[in-house]
């Protein structure tokens, strides 16, 4: 009969064995692994050189594309704006440099910039929603008639459009009382922060849209708020741009629900890579375009209408 020794036993020369075999397999395997392993090792380095070659090349060409963009670009846009005046409005999340290399060329191009208006988030806080409807009709002009059926973002965006921009010319450049009163009160409130001379009204209106598309649960909320704005400063002014980057084309991003609204089609014009040189180019093309009653989709996203409006500009073919 077999008994518990004899198991004990063969339980250890099982695994005496199994230890044997390991190390008789590790000394044997030593040599070409290791040496296959140097080799993987010293060939993945090569290749992660060759990529940082290649990324400081890129960058290398990115720059001067932007420099040589940025040199010429005040040239090809001059006189484009002149007489026109351009009011800001910096939606949260916002890339502040975006606004100023856009404004800067926007100057260039000859027209007057009014003044900037920034939203904070308590713009678009839920919360905070029924404080601005009653603030929106608490400030409202006696000229200004809200529609039956407009909510209380649609409400706020057409009478911030009302005081902020104007078709018409002989309106602009002067301080405008009922649009003090408009913009102070919804600072003080804390809705939104303004520099320069907005209540001066402009012409033209660009929208600056947040930089990251919103993956909040309020994110289709959020950009129905936002997307007002653009659709009713086109309503008041002579033409109006929402730019923003890449991203804010993609699903989530103000740019996108823009594209996708239907009262913003063929009324409001939008550009995707303003975070790029080329991209404030357009910007300021897709303005002048909007002063003709023109309107597009530039860029590089989705359902955009080419990388710039066609024909090309008038200033292009100047000799």
Not at 67 to 92: R, T
Not at 241 to 269: F, P, T, Y
Not at 292 to 306: A, C
């Amino acid at each position: 009969m077999i008994d518990f020794r004899y198991h004990l036993v063969s339980i250890i020369a099982v695994f005496l064995a199994l230890a044997l075999g390991l190390v008789v397999g590790a000394s044997a395997l030593r040599g070409p692994l290791v040496d296959q392993l140097k080799n993987r090792s010293s060939q993945l380095e090569k290749d992660n050189q060759s990529l940082r070659t290649q990324n400081r090349a890129t960058d290398q060409l990115n720059a001067y594309d932007s420099q040589v963009m940025d040199g010429l670009s005040p040239q090809i846009v001059d006189g484009q704006l002149k007489g026109d005046s351009v009011v800001f409005v910096e939606a949260p999340g916002a890339d502040d440099q975006v606004r100023a290399k856009t404004a800067d060329l926007v100057s260039k191009a000859g027209a007057r910039i009014s003044g900037y208006v920034t939203l904070q988030d308590k713009y678009l806080d839920p919360g905070q929603l029924s404080t601005l409807s009653e603030l929106t009709d608490q400030l409202k002009p006696a000229t200004l008639d809200f529609p039956a059926d407009a909510s209380p973002y649609d409400r706020a965006a057409m009478e911030l459009a009302a005081v902020l921009v104007t078709r018409q010319a002989s309106s602009t450049g002067q301080e405008d009382p009922a649009a003090g009163q408009v913009l102070a009160g919804f600072k003080t409130a804390g809705f939104l922060n303004y520099s320069g001379q907005p209540t001066t009204r402009a012409t033209l209106a660009i929208v600056i849209a947040p930089t990251a598309a919103s993956k909040d649960k309020d994110s289709g909320a959020e950009n129905k708020a936002l997307v007002a704005l653009p659709v009713y400063l086109s309503g008041y002014a002579n033409g109006t741009v929402a730019a923003g980057n890449a991203d804010s084309a993609a699903d989530g991003g103000m740019i996108k629900a823009l594209r996708d609204e239907s009262k913003a089609q063929g009324h409001v014009s939008t550009v995707d890579t303003a975070d790029a040189s080329a991209g404030r180019l357009m910007t300021v093309f897709a303005l002048s375009y909007a002063k003709q009653g023109k309107t597009g989709d530039y860029g590089v996203g989705s359902s955009v209408d080419g990388p710039m409006p066609t024909p090309v500009p008038t200033a292009l073919k100047k000799k």
